[in-house]
């Protein structure tokens, strides 16, 4: 079995694109991947087309050797685009693999350690107008772990170029935090994703101002380019961190999981190096008894690769659902899996069990899309 063709397809589905690799075979069989990075379609594009160049004409079963290809060929080694776009390449290969042999990634990946794939829930996806309410709501709908985004007083629209001020937003996500615990009581699992936005100072005082919410983990309180850094907040607080979804590669984990500053590495399969990656940095973390918790904001490729990597996973803990997978076009994404409640149930279908429709993609044209630009009150920038 030969490569014969690798293709991409940056797709205008809600408000940015999905960007999809097809890889083809002289075996009637393609395989499926997405890339990360959204907001960089373009460059994505064109690593993909350089992949091409060398890979029509290789057996797509090689995956390991392909994968060190991919990520070492230039020299100047991995990066985040050329990482992401080897992800999708590489999921596409494990899809490939599973149809040729009839059977479902996961069994490729060492087979099952559980039957279904528990998520947590964003908080925006409950009904309501407080953060009480649509926390009360989801519980109501059987979700058990929800995570929340810390806002702004007044009007605050997050996909819009605003004013972010760290102060300010702690002092309100703490204070809509305790009302959403109380409305939802001890048992659920409350969680806060602050996207790499405060210092060590403010990470450290926010984690002291809702010190009595009872978190289950904290997720990217701080920029992540120097675990140095998260040293210094592991020394001052005690709070679980989830940590990783922009790690390109699986070098980037190892001091983050051998010095104890991770405590949920949170990779993406579409962003880190695919299946072949992910396997390798899980097997990291259960070696420091870490568990894995896949950054999953993508589209319906995306959630299956991340479903099968945690039926083969045993040191996983819960998968993002990305809510916005639900409004997908059936069109373009004629075959997709579907979530029972709060989990998905083991998949049975050769590869990954989803579909891509080519000939409708034409229906979605790409659309450059910018993450929205923050700065505080005295114009100076800060992370969204």
Partial sequence: MKITDVKHFAVKVGFRCRFVVKVETDAGIHGLGEAGTAGRERALAGAIDHFREFLIGQDPRRIEDINQVLYRSQYFEGGTIITAAASAIDIALWD???QHLGTPVWQLLGGATRQEVTCFADLISGEGETWAERGADLVEKGWGTIRCAPGMPDDFERLADT?????????????????LRAAVGPGIRL?????????????????????????????EPIRSESPDAYAALRAMTAMPFAIGEEFSGIYVFAPFIER???NYARLDVCNVG???ASRKVAA????????VMPHNPLGPVSTAAAVHFAIATPNFALLEYNWDVRHQPEDLFPRVMHIEGDRFPIPTEPGLGVDFDEAAAADYPFEYWEPPHWRRRDGSYTNW
């Fill in 96 to 98: 490939i693999l599973g």
């Fill in 284 to 291: 990291m973390a259960e070696a420091h008894y870490i568990d």
């Fill in 274 to 276: 695919g299946f072949t």
């Fill in 163 to 179: 004013i972010y001020e760290p102060w300010e937003s702690m002092q309100w996500t703490a204070e809509r935090l305790r009302e």
């Fill in 191 to 219: 969680a806060v994703d602050f996207h790499h936005r405060l210092s060590v100072a403010e990470a450290a005082e926010f984690c002291r101002m809702i010190d009595d919410v009872g978190l289950m983990f904290l997720e």
């Fill in 260 to 262: 104890g500053l991770c």
